[in-house]
Antibody, heavy 126, light 106 residues
């Protein structure tokens, strides 16, 4: 059974870079798209971006200039770096898997999220 | 960006009753690329419905999705105690955006 687990500092200072890691257990990163999604306290969900197992990436237009997502297939992990954070970046950060998998013929499923981590709370404060 | 507006904000019902949740899009989701999630307090969201009306693996058939264009609905035919939670819609027609959520409370 594939499971996702987020990890990283719970407190980040304003203007610094938020760095989180998602560890994938019970399965491989290969042939799937992996995303980061966040939820400010008491609010709704916001998609941040994705990385594919080949290394290709995409981001939400609203966060694009501050987001870097990468993967380490040897560790079965992918990471999020969000630069120049402000208090507005305080949120519960989830990693998630896009529904469906990809082969040389294309990808099944679509951009819904069928597997999520439990989330990690990151607070931006001095 | 496609903005999703969910209504009502809160739905107060009793176990056994029917719940009808609405999700309205600011532009047409013409390919019916709309999903629904359930989130319980302190937990990650769980995928319920994708492609407007397809139930995800393991989701009971009391959950159903319908709609087209800009208006979509999640129906819970008979509420079980474990169904009291927050529900979000999400579109993947153009990038990815989520609605603001509907709380189903006892």
């Amino acid at each position: 059974q594939v499971q996702l687990q987020e990890s990283g500092p719970g407190l980040v200072k304003p203007s610094e870079t938020l760095s989180l890691t998602c560890s994938v257990s019970g399965g491989s990163l290969n042939n799937y798209y992996w995303s980061w999604i966040r939820q400010p306290p008491g609010k709704g969900l916001e998609w941040i971006g994705y990385v594919y197992s080949s290394g290709s990436i995409g981001h939400s237009p609203s966060l694009k200039s501050r987001v870097a997502i990468s993967l380490d297939t040897s560790k079965n992990q992918f990471t999020l770096n969000l630069s120049s954070v402000t208090t507005s970046d305080t949120a519960l950060y989830f990693c998630a898997r896009r529904g469906g998998f990809c082969t040389s013929s294309g990808c099944s499923g679509n951009w819904f999220f069928d597997l999520w981590g439990r989330g990690t709370l990151v607070t931006v404060s001095s | 960006e496609i903005v999703l507006t969910q209504s009502p904000g809160t739905l107060s019902l009793s176990p056994g009753e029917k719940a009808t949740l609405s999700c309205r899009a600011s532009q047409s989701v013409s390919s019916n690329f709309l999903a629904w999630y359930q989130q319980k307090l302190g937990q990650a969201p769980t995928l319920l419905i994708y492609d407007t009306s397809t139930r995800a693996t393991g989701i009971p058939d009391r959950f159903s999705g319908s709609g087209s264009g800009t208006d979509f609905t999640l129906t819970i035919s008979r509420l079980e105690p474990e169904d009291f939670a927050v529900y979000y819609c999400q579109q993947y027609e153009s990038s990815v955006t989520f609605g603001g959520g509907t709380t189903v409370e006892i």
